[in-house]
């Protein structure tokens, strides 16, 4: 979803067609003042789409999937498989068994790692209507065999339909019989260029399909007219600047939303060249969705692009493919500085995976591992902060952390992590700052870890800011001692040491795993694998725990 590519032709076309098909403005409301009349059940706030408006809905629903409950989709492709490149868009368009799924879905668990989209565990549960024409020539129907192939890794097979059908082209199908609608259905390529809209009367209605899956069924008949008036809103207060938006949109707020019942809301989005500057409100007036809306309770909101010269969108899509900027929010990791390190069992796991992983790893900082180079008289068996909300018992050994219920983290006087930068990175000469500048935020791990790894399902990361807006950083993984994880503890490695702020400093990323307490494999103690309790080979490349902090990070590299 990188770019498009503008053609003189299409520019030409695009533009005659809008000139012959323009929209007549009426009253323009104000879509925050519709709303306040209204009562929405946030568990019921679904979005869909046609062509680009699908793929988009499709890209909104994994971008936001903790506020959409269910995507309807017609002609979809795959989250973020449209590039600039003419064989990457041929081959997702015209020959998309070739998609590769797997890298797609590593995308998006990357994305969720890195806060940049909603966690992916919120899909669970969520409803998926997808419908395809088998003989669609803009995007070949397996797209949409993708696009399952990639719900079903976040979703129950039972929670999405499929429905492709073999007489459709690349149409929205009605059951309706409307002399503005074409009865031609099978058309496989442009049909707009003929001056129609895409909206067919093909004896299938679309729109209860996907609300029956969406919504549940329900047994009322479909209404001859709808009850109440689409609006035009003003858009303009809701985009940026080169956004690519029209400046109106329309909604569709049945009589008894604005009386006191409870609904869903639904927004649908429009195919290329079928907006509201181009094809006026079709897809809202030569569809069923008002109709059924009156049924299902549903607030309808037509949200609009338009063809634009800024950006450069010859063809009114809407933006799968990256026109109105490259803003995916990635981080940049220096592959020359990747450390690790770690406390008691953590040491260890620490010490052991930089033997395995040396081509990787450029650096390790150890505490209380098996060897120790840095002796402190009065220290027992605990991490040393000058953090004084810590307890200030620094000469602890063998088990007092879980005899007193309090982490391994004490108030000693001596900064561990700032030592262990500077002897990892070179000295700074910055003052340590208050407070961190970002946020620490939870990822899955289980989507790393194999089964039996006695990993736990979260872990934690923080990225500083600046690693998050174009500064080329370092990455470090701190590993928590026996007793000391999140299931016990909480994110105490993270949040009782120095390690945010100087993060913050050095401009490392900080990735903190989790092991637990688990029955099976035997871990009685929430120790990392430096005994080979998941297996004899606990200590080369294919240990399950070492697997799973590689891959994690291989996220980042």
């Known amino acids: 979803m990188r770019g498009q590519y503008p053609i003189l032709s299409v520019w030409l076309f695009s533009l005659s067609f809008l000139l012959q098909h ?13 709303a306040a009349t209204t009562s929405v059940d946030p568990s019921k706030v679904t979005i869909g789409g046609f062509s680009s408006g699908a793929c988009f809905a499709h890209q909104f629903h994994i971008i936001h999937s903790k506020t959409i409950s269910g995507v309807g989709l017609l002609a979809p492709t795959p989250y973020n498989s449209l590039f600039p490149e003419l064989w990457s868009d041929l081959q997702t368009r015209y020959f998309p068994i070739l998609e590769n799924l797997p890298g797609i879905i590593l995308d998006i668990h990357g994305k969720s790692f890195f806060n940049q989209i909603d966690n992916v565990r919120n899909l669970a549960g969520d409803k998926v209507f997808i419908h395809h024409g088998f003989l669609d020539f803009i995007f070949r129907p397996w797209n949409s065999v993708n696009v399952k192939l990639l719900y079903s890794k976040f979703l129950s097979w039972s929670d999405i339909k499929l429905v492709i059908k073999p007489l459709f ?3 929205w199908p ?7 609608n074409s009865n031609t259905c099978s058309s496989g390529g442009l049909p707009f260029v003929l001056g129609e809209t895409l909206y067919r009367n093909c004896n299938y209605d679309t729109v209860y399909n996907m609300f029956s899956h969406l919504y549940g069924p329900v047994m ?3 209404p001859a ?7 035009q809103f003003d858009q303009t207060p809701f985009t940026p600047l080169l956004s690519g938006m029209d400046s109106i949109g329309t909604v569709y707020i049945p009589p008894q939303c604005e009386n006191g019942a409870t609904c869903k809301l639904h927004f649908s989005l429009h195919g290329c060249i079928n907006g509201r500057s181009v094809l006026g409100d079709t897809l809202a007036t030569n569809t069923e969705h008002m109709l059924w809306a009156d049924v299902w309770d549903v607030i309808l909101v037509f949200p609009n692009v338009k063809i634009t010269v800024l950006p450069t969108n010859p063809t009114g899509c809407w933006d799968v493919m990256g026109y ?8 940049t990791v220096d592959s020359s500085k990747v450390t690790i390190g770690g406390f008691s069992s953590g040491a260890c796991f620490a010490h052991q995976f930089h033997i395995i ?12 591992p098996n060897i120790e180079m840095v002796i402190r008289p009065l220290f027992g068996h605990i991490w040393p902060t000058t953090q004084p909300g810590n307890s200030n018992v620094c000469w602890s050994i063998a088990l007092p952390l879980v005899l007193q219920g309090a982490p391994a983290y004490r108030y000693c006087g001596y900064d561990t992590v700032y030592y262990m930068f500077s002897h990892l990175y070179g000295p700074v000469t910055a003052s340590k700052p208050a407070s961190p500048s970002g946020v620490l935020r939870e990822f899955d791990q289980t989507i790393f870890t194999p089964l039996l790894s006695g990993m736990d399902s979260v872990g934690a990361v923080y990225i500083p800011p600046q690693c998050e807006n174009g500064a080329t950083c370092k990455l470090h993984f701190s590993l928590h001692a026996c007793g000391n994880g999140r299931s016990t503890f909480g994110d105490a490695i993270a949040t009782n040491t120095e390690y945010m702020l100087w993060a913050d400093v050095w401009d490392v990323i900080l990735v903190f795993p989790n092991v637990k307490i688990t029955a099976l494999p035997t871990n009685p103690t929430g120790c990392w694998d430096v005994m080979g309790y998941t297996g004899l080979n606990y200590a080369v490349r294919s240990a399950k725990q070492v697997r799973a902090i590689k891959a994690m990070m291989d996220t980042f590299l």
């Open 225 to 231: 007219s709808p009850s109440g008036v689409l609006r």
């Open 324 to 331: 109105t900027g490259l803003n995916y929010g990635s981080v």
């Open 174 to 180: 009605t059951a309706l019989s409307l002399s503005s």
């Open 357 to 368: 992983h040396s081509k990787t790893i450029s650096g390790v900082g150890l505490l209380a």
């Open 169 to 171: 082209g690349h149409v």
């Open 220 to 222: 009322a008949a479909r």
């Open 22 to 34: 323009a929209a007549v403005p009426g009253e323009v409301f104000d879509l925050r003042t519709l």
